[in-house]
């Protein structure tokens, strides 16, 4: 069974506890003293990952770190219909990849705001709320537009893909680091359809949508 | 310039409202949710629950109700009234717990709303003139004032002529907050394109920009129009965010969140009397099944209050008798109160004077709705038992519980089919729906005795028809293991012949107070006469409005409305019939 190092807190352990449950795959939980204990930087843990980040996977012996690297991972792996990683779609791969680097951006600016605040990182948290707003009013815009031409998605395709993973939780648990997306309706009507897709599941600070 | 708060500003766009989101907005200071009922009526309301001061826009929009995530307290569609307390679930929510609500009006795809607008929503006689279409709003982190002084410098251009550019640019004044712009096109002066740019103060530093074209563009060109504005407001966007930064930061605006009403921080008073405050007039009178009229009453003033499923009315009738009707409407159909009245082949002037003197039009007094007959939301089956007109309530509740996903079974005993009531409700009910036609007392009994088998933790029952068959249902459901608690009685009226001849004392506790109570006079005469307001409603000892808390003496309950573990505890007692059999009771008032 994939073992996921995982801490409940984590936005980004988050990103592959939603993805396994959305392809309805079982996993283990390795919970990591990320706060306050730092397990993450013990050298017991960095020989599991050099570089001291979760998440990480163990996949029967096939080890994997960072967050979106994981979820290309998961998603080739364990998604038969291929529509989470549309590898047979080189337009749509392409997109994919552009927005999973986006995402990068909102881990580096709305989820850092979120440690600043939760855990007291050592962040300029003007400039990462200032970045949070410039990455989430370009996405409201393409989202809007998306809308626009029938399309629920990130990606052009009619299914979600890894990137609406990949940026829904930095989205989604933006207000706790203090970036309101009250400017974004868009994207607010977004994350309702995420919480709409089977097998979603919450974490801490996210809720699901209602049942009707 | 007029004062903001008096003027109507767009707060979101239709399609903002999509089923079963909430909006999160904010206008000159103040966040609101807006959500979109079921029914397409629009709500504005203050984002802040009144339990605890929680965002309702992180909430759920089940389309007929808004629950707030954090202690799931419900809020009906148009009135905000509260519906339903978890924590609460055996009693109906006072009906003075009410959300503050805006007013909304949905004009050329923009919500409008305002703090406390004048008149109606500004009409623009060019986009009533054409085929408006709305363009994608753009916040922006500067005020309305250098938002609008933007504005009068901005450029697009016309429809027609998409990839050219210096078009020349007219500009029209709208009000304080809005200007039109016509682009003409460089080339060809005959291709023009208007666009009207509504400002909505959000804060002292942040806007939105809402635009809406006069003429809705042919639909292949329309993403090129909308990415076109798209663009050009994008880069009005930075200017106006350039010119903000230059300027010092203005002081927020601070919206008043209004205290907590009187009437909700202290005890509520007590209704004074048997009153009817309410005037609604007769939207629609049909025959909804043999000898029952179905009357859907409308208000006449303010919009009407909340109600909860099992709410009745007191409707006041034109020959001076008083008479209760359950609401039979789900919950969020909330623009009008809909009852059914069966003739009662010994009518004494009520259902006869309801069916043949009252018409469309007329109008009545009623009482605001009062919930004797609450519905618990938390159970895992709810049986409901309905005999002839009874059905009415379990209408109203099986249409609670249905959207919410909880189980129900509504059995529906009736003489024949025409006997059968609003069809047009049952039949969203679906198959929780049991109808039992023409059964003697004898195989009613024997029916019920099947449906009330199998009691299991966390089962309610409610039962509402006539008094033989609510008698035989008590038996039935105690034989068959129904805890007195888990099922619940409303009786259509007290068949119980009152024995009025006893005399007593009350000792009003908190007043002060000793009267006597002489045979032949009831509690609330009495207390009536001796200027002690009172509520009441059927004044017969069905409905339980004129209960009274009893702390000290041996009640003679003659009501039907109490349960028996109820009577049991001693310590309440409905003034219009029950009495003492002590010399002396205290009552609680």
Same mark, same amino acid.
């Not at chain 2, 397409?40 to 995530?69: M, Y």
């Given at each position: 069974?994939?073992?996921?190092?995982?801490?409940?807190?984590?936005?980004?352990?988050?990103?592959?506890?939603?993805?396994?449950?959305?392809?309805?795959?079982?996993?283990?939980?390795?919970?990591?003293?990320?706060?306050?204990?730092?397990?993450?930087?013990?050298?017991?843990?960095?020989?599991?990952?050099?570089?001291?980040?979760?998440?990480?996977?163990?996949?029967?012996?096939?080890?994997?770190?960072?967050?979106?690297?994981?979820?290309?991972?998961?998603?080739?792996?364990?998604?038969?219909?291929?529509?989470?990683?549309?590898?047979?779609?080189?337009?749509?791969?392409?997109?994919?990849?552009?927005?999973? @680097?986006?995402?990068?951006?909102?881990?580096?600016?709305?989820?850092?705001?979120?440690?600043?605040?939760?855990?007291?990182?050592?962040?300029?948290?003007?400039?990462?709320?200032?970045?949070?707003?410039?990455?989430?009013?370009?996405?409201?815009?393409?989202?809007?537009?998306?809308? /626009?031409?029938?399309?629920?998605?990130?990606?052009?395709?009619?299914?979600?893909?890894?990137?609406?993973?990949?940026?829904?939780?930095?989205?989604?648990?933006?207000?706790?680091?203090?970036?309101?997306?009250?400017?974004?309706?868009?994207?607010?009507?977004?994350?309702?359809?995420?919480?709409?897709?089977?097998?979603?599941?919450?974490?801490?600070?996210?809720?699901?949508?209602?049942?009707? | 310039?007029?004062?903001?708060?008096?003027?109507w500003h767009p707060?979101?766009?239709?399609?903002?409202?999509?089923?079963?989101?909430?909006?999160?907005?904010?206008?000159?200071?103040?966040?609101?949710?807006?959500?979109?009922?079921?029914?397409?009526?629009?709500?504005?309301?203050?984002?802040?629950?009144?339990?605890?001061?929680?965002?309702?826009?992180?909430?759920?929009?089940?389309?007929?109700?808004?629950?707030? /995530?954090?202690?799931?307290?419900?809020?009906?569609?148009?009135?905000?009234?509260?519906?339903?307390?978890?924590?609460?679930?055996?009693?109906?929510?006072?009906?003075?717990?009410?959300?503050?609500?805006?007013?909304?009006?949905?004009?050329y795809?923009l919500?409008w709303?305002?703090?406390? !607008?004048?008149?109606?929503p500004p009409?623009v006689?060019?986009l009533?003139? %054409?085929?408006?279409?709305?363009?994608?709003s753009?916040?922006?982190?500067?005020?309305a004032?250098?938002?609008l002084?933007?504005l009068?410098?901005?450029?697009?251009?016309?429809?027609?002529?998409?990839?050219?550019?210096?078009?020349?640019?007219?500009?029209?004044?709208l009000g304080?907050f809005a200007l039109a712009?016509?682009?003409?096109?460089?080339?060809? !002066?005959?291709?023009?394109?208007?666009a009207v740019f509504f400002v909505q103060p959000?804060?002292?530093?942040?806007s939105v920009i809402r635009a809406v074209?006069?003429?809705?563009?042919?639909?292949?060109?329309?993403?090129?129009?909308?990415?076109?504005?798209?663009?050009?407001?994008?880069?009005?966007?930075?200017?106006?965010?350039?010119?903000?930064?230059?300027?010092?930061?203005?002081?927020?605006?601070?919206?008043?969140?209004?205290?907590?009403?009187?009437?909700?921080?202290?005890?509520?008073?007590?209704?004074?009397?048997?009153?009817?405050?309410?005037?609604?007039?007769?939207?629609?009178?049909?025959?909804?099944?043999?000898?029952?009229?179905?009357?859907?009453?409308?208000?006449?003033?303010?919009?009407?209050?909340?109600?909860?499923?099992?709410?009745?009315?007191?409707?006041?009738?034109?020959?001076?008798?008083?008479?209760?009707?359950?609401?039979?409407?789900?919950?969020?159909?909330?623009?009008?109160?809909?009852?059914?009245?069966?003739?009662?082949?010994?009518?004494?002037?009520?259902?006869?004077?309801?069916?043949?003197?009252?018409?469309?039009?007329?109008?009545?007094?009623?009482?605001?709705?009062?919930?004797?007959?609450?519905?618990?939301?938390?159970?895992?089956?709810?049986?409901?038992?309905?005999?002839?007109?009874?059905?009415?309530?379990?209408?109203?509740?099986?249409?609670?519980?249905?959207?919410?996903? @909880?189980?129900?079974?509504?059995?529906?005993?009736?003489?024949?089919?025409?006997?059968?009531?609003?069809?047009?409700?049952?039949?969203?009910?679906?198959?929780?729906?049991?109808?039992?036609?023409?059964?003697?007392?004898?195989?009613?009994?024997?029916?019920?005795?099947?449906?009330?088998?199998?009691?299991?933790?966390?089962?309610?029952?409610?039962?509402?028809?006539?008094?033989?068959?609510?008698?035989?249902?008590?038996?039935?459901?105690?034989?068959?293991?129904?805890?007195?608690?888990?099922?619940?009685?409303?009786?259509?009226?007290?068949?119980?012949?009152?024995?009025?001849?006893?005399?007593?004392?009350?000792?009003?506790?908190?007043?002060?107070?000793?009267?006597?109570?002489?045979?032949?006079?009831?509690?609330?005469?009495?207390?009536?006469?001796?200027?002690?307001?009172?509520?009441?409603?059927?004044?017969?000892?069905?409905?339980?409005?004129?209960?009274?808390?009893?702390?000290?003496?041996?009640?003679?309950?003659?009501?039907?409305?109490?349960?028996?573990?109820?009577?049991?505890? %001693?310590?309440?007692?409905?003034?219009?019939?029950?009495?003492?059999?002590?010399?002396?009771?205290?009552?609680?008032?």
């Amino acid at each position: 069974m994939i073992k996921l190092y995982d801490y409940e807190l984590s936005a980004n352990c988050y990103k592959q506890r939603l993805m396994l449950s959305l392809l309805d795959v079982p996993y283990e939980s390795v919970p990591v003293d990320f706060f306050p204990g730092l397990e993450h930087k013990s050298d017991e843990f960095k020989k599991i990952n050099p570089l001291g980040h979760i998440p990480v996977i163990d996949d029967d012996g096939y080890v994997l770190w960072d967050a979106h690297a994981i979820l290309v991972y998961l998603a080739a792996k364990y998604d038969p219909s291929g529509q989470w990683y549309p590898t047979e779609d080189p337009q749509l791969l392409g997109e994919a990849a552009s927005w999973l @680097l986006f995402a990068e951006g909102t881990t580096n600016t709305a989820s850092a705001a979120r440690l600043y605040v939760n855990l007291g990182y050592d962040f300029d948290i003007d400039v990462c709320r200032a970045g949070a707003h410039r990455l989430f009013r370009v996405l409201d815009e393409h989202l809007w537009f998306r809308e /626009r031409e029938g399309l629920d998605w990130v990606c052009s395709g009619s299914h979600p893909t890894i990137a609406d993973i990949a940026i829904f939780p930095d989205v989604v648990l933006s207000e706790e680091g203090g970036v309101s997306r009250l400017d974004y309706p868009a994207l607010r009507r977004w994350t309702d359809r995420v919480k709409a897709l089977p097998g979603f599941t919450i974490m801490p600070g996210v809720f699901s949508v209602g049942t009707s | 310039m007029n004062d903001p708060k008096s003027l109507w500003h767009p707060v979101a766009t239709s399609i903002d409202l999509p089923r079963h989101h909430i909006f999160h907005g904010q206008l000159l200071g103040r966040e609101v949710a807006v959500w979109r009922a079921d029914d397409d009526f629009v709500n504005v309301w203050e984002n802040r629950c009144l339990h605890r001061g929680v965002r309702l826009s992180i909430g759920t929009n089940d389309g007929n109700e808004l629950t707030c /995530r954090y202690h799931g307290w419900r809020y009906a569609n148009r009135s905000a009234g509260c519906t339903y307390i978890p924590a609460h679930p055996a009693d109906a929510p006072a009906r003075t717990i009410c959300n503050r609500t805006f007013p909304a009006v949905e004009r050329y795809g923009l919500v409008w709303s305002g703090e406390d !607008p004048v008149g109606e929503p500004p009409l623009v006689p060019i986009l009533d003139a %054409g085929t408006p279409f709305t363009l994608r709003s753009l916040p922006v982190n500067a005020s309305a004032e250098v938002v609008l002084a933007q504005l009068g410098d901005h450029r697009f251009q016309p429809v027609d002529a998409l990839d050219g550019d210096h078009a020349a640019m007219a500009v029209t004044e709208l009000g304080d907050f809005a200007l039109a712009l016509t682009a003409i096109a460089a080339s060809t !002066p005959t291709t023009t394109s208007t666009a009207v740019f509504f400002v909505q103060p959000v804060d002292s530093d942040r806007s939105v920009i809402r635009a809406v074209l006069t003429d809705t563009p042919a639909d292949s060109e329309q993403i090129a129009v909308l990415r076109h504005h798209a663009t050009r407001l994008g880069q009005l966007v930075a200017l106006a965010e350039t010119a903000a930064a230059d300027q010092p930061a203005p002081e927020p605006m601070v919206a008043t969140i209004d205290q907590v009403s009187l009437a909700l921080s202290v005890m509520p008073e007590r209704e004074t009397n048997r009153s009817a405050p309410l005037r609604v007039q007769v939207a629609r009178k049909w025959e909804t099944a043999h000898d029952i009229m179905a009357f859907e009453l409308v208000s006449t003033g303010n919009p009407l209050p909340t109600f909860q499923p099992g709410a009745h009315i007191d409707v006041h009738l034109p020959n001076g008798l008083v008479r209760q009707y359950s609401i039979t409407n789900g919950p969020g159909d909330t623009a009008c109160y809909r009852i059914g009245v069966k003739l009662e082949a010994e009518s004494t002037g009520g259902s006869q004077a309801l069916h043949d003197t009252v018409n469309e039009g007329d109008v009545l007094a009623i009482s605001e709705p009062r919930n004797n007959f609450p519905l618990r939301r938390d159970a895992l089956r709810t049986v409901f038992i309905a005999g002839g007109i009874g059905v009415t309530p379990m209408l109203a509740m099986a249409q609670a519980l249905q959207p919410m996903g @909880l189980a129900f079974e509504l059995h529906y005993f009736a003489q024949a089919e025409e006997h059968l009531a609003f069809n047009e409700i049952r039949s969203t009910l679906g198959d929780s729906v049991t109808v039992h036609l023409g059964l003697s007392p004898g195989e009613t009994s024997a029916e019920l005795t099947r449906v009330l088998q199998g009691y299991d933790h966390a089962n309610q029952a409610y039962i509402c028809g006539p008094g033989p068959m609510l008698e035989a249902a008590r038996t039935i459901a105690a034989e068959a293991g129904w805890p007195d608690q888990a099922v619940h009685f409303e009786y259509f009226k007290n068949t119980t012949e009152i024995d009025n001849s006893s005399s007593f004392e009350i000792a009003l506790a908190r007043s002060a107070v000793t009267l006597q109570v002489p045979s032949g006079t009831t509690i609330l005469e009495v207390l009536r006469d001796h200027g002690v307001a009172m509520p009441s409603s059927c004044e017969q000892g069905a409905c339980g409005t004129c209960v009274v808390p009893v702390i000290e003496g041996d009640i003679d309950h003659q009501d039907v409305h109490l349960k028996q573990t109820e009577r049991d505890a %001693g310590d309440q007692i409905m003034t219009c019939v029950s009495r003492a059999t002590s010399d002396r009771l205290v009552l609680d008032i």
